[in-house]
């Protein structure tokens, strides 16, 4: 099972880097959030999932 997030959806909004620094952070360009820990079990993943505005986080 791996975090991932749809770049295409996300909005750069930066909420589950607020929420999840260890697992996400903002790219280069400050526009996209990405995951730096996909195999994270920590519970802010899940509260990261839930507030994501565009829903485009995601276990795979
Ligand atoms: S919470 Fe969702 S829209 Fe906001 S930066 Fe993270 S993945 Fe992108």
Redesign the pocket.
Known sequence: MAII??AD?????????E?CPDV?E?DGDGE??IVTDPDSTAECVDE?ID???????SKG
Request: aromatic residues 4%; charged residues 15%.
């Open positions: 997030i749809d959806a996300c909005i750069g909004c930066e909420t589950c880097v929420l996400f903002m996209k959030a990261a507030t994501c505005p565009v829903e485009a986080i």
